[in-house]
Structures are given as C-alpha cells and as structure tokens.
C-alpha cells in the first residue's frame, strides 16, 4: 500500500528527534529529503549533500527557489548560515573518511542482521547506485526510512534481502510508518509503534522475528 503526505512527514519528523546539535548529516533521495524541514535553523546541525554542500537548509517556498541551488536529488534547496560548497570529490571523500554522524537513506528491503538493499530492482534501469554504498557502509550511524510494506502488501523487512545488496549489516535503526525498530547484534527490537497500528499489525508486516521491548512506546 502506497503511502501519503502525512505518513512520510510522521516518518521524517520522528527520525528527526535522532539528530542533535552540531552534528554532520546526510539525507538521501526520497523521505529522507524531508527531515530537514524539522530541523530548526539554529540547531548547528549540517546537512551534507554527494554534490558538494555542507549546511543545506530546508525547501524553499515556491517562488524563492535559487537555480543554482540543489539537493544530491536535483531538487531546489536552501543554505544555512556558515555553508560550504565543494565538489564531490571531497564531498565523497568527507564520507569515506567517516565524518558522518548519521546518514538517512530510504531502502527497497532491510534484512533481521540490518542488510539493506536500496539501489536496484533487477531488470529496472537506474542511473547508477549513486552515494549508497559508501554512505550504508561509512557513516557513525545508518537510519532507513521506508514504507513498512512494498505497495503490493508484501513485508520489506525480511528475514533475507532479496534484491542486490548495498550493504552488509548496515542499518542500525528503521523507521517506518508503523514502527520503529532498532537493529541489534542478536535480531530486530520493536521500540516504537506509531498510532493507530498495534504491536500485532507491526508483528504481522514484518517478515522477520522481532523482539518486543520491555519498554515498546506506543505512539498516540
């Protein structure tokens, strides 16, 4: 089931909370995008984008888009003050070196050991794997923000990936709109439910174990 607005802005906005001050994030294509809208200006946490920005601020209204400014997708963005602007030979080089704090990236399928698999669908043309693979395997910590199930209703957290991987145990938190689930040495752990699911509606949609917090928060 395809999902809405306001599910990929609950889904940005809670990954958001896993942000602190001062911190070097990236975003990838897709929900990912999103989150800097819930970041604060004056939070000093910079965004870093693969073509070259550090300090991207959020979507600019429309009409005050600036040509020359945009996002690793294309798409118009903003600049926070104390911005810098490079090519993506450093940008790609900040990545490699492991300055990330956090990065954010959307994923096809997400495995119980945290394989994510998020940049081809076999048969499918696509541009290339773009930042994925050095992002999932370099950064301090990997959140992947994806719909809980495929549009077809099939689960995209399995016990194995099927589709090609980005990377090997990668992942260590997955948000979604019906929960959240932190990646463990020994499995998945439900945490968090998101209103109006159940524990048992996450249970039923995930297509691997998941172990039950003591302290799972359900979200009104």
């Known amino acids: 089931m395809g999902m809405g607005k306001e599910e990929r802005q609950l889904i940005a906005k809670r990954a958001a909370k896993e942000i602190s ?7 990838g ?3 990912p995008t999103l989150v800097a809208d819930f970041i604060h200006d004056s939070s000093g946490v910079m965004f870093h984008t693969e073509n070259g920005i550090l300090g991207m601020g959020p979507s600019p209204e429309q009409g005050k888009e600036d040509g020359n400014l945009s ?3 294309g798409y118009p963005c903003s600049i926070v003050p104390g911005a810098s602007f490079f090519d993506s030979a450093t940008a790609f080089g ?15 399928e997400v495995s119980e050991k945290g394989d994510i698999a998020n940049w081809i669908v076999p048969g499918k043309r696509v541009p290339g794997m773009g930042g994925a693979i050095d992002l999932a ?3 301090k910590k990997v959140i992947v923000l994806m719909s809980h199930t495929t549009k077809g209703g099939s689960p995209k957290i399995v016990k194995e990936c099927s589709l090609p991987l980005t990377v090997k145990e990668g992942a ?8 959240v689930i932190e990646v463990k040495q020994d499995g998945l752990e439900l945490i968090e439910v998101m209103h109006p699911y159940k524990v048992e509606d996450v249970i039923k949609n995930t297509g691997a174990t998941l172990k039950v917090s003591d302290r799972v928060l359900v979200n009104k």
């Open 21 to 27: 001050s001062g911190m070097m994030v990236n975003l």
């Open 29 to 31: 294509i897709g929900i």
């Open 71 to 73: 996002n690793a997708g």
């Open 94 to 108: 900040m990545i490699r070196r492991g300055y990330l704090d956090i990065t954010i990236l959307g994923a096809l």
């Open 137 to 139: 395997q370099k950064a």
């Open 172 to 179: 260590h938190l997955i948000i979604t709109e019906m929960a």
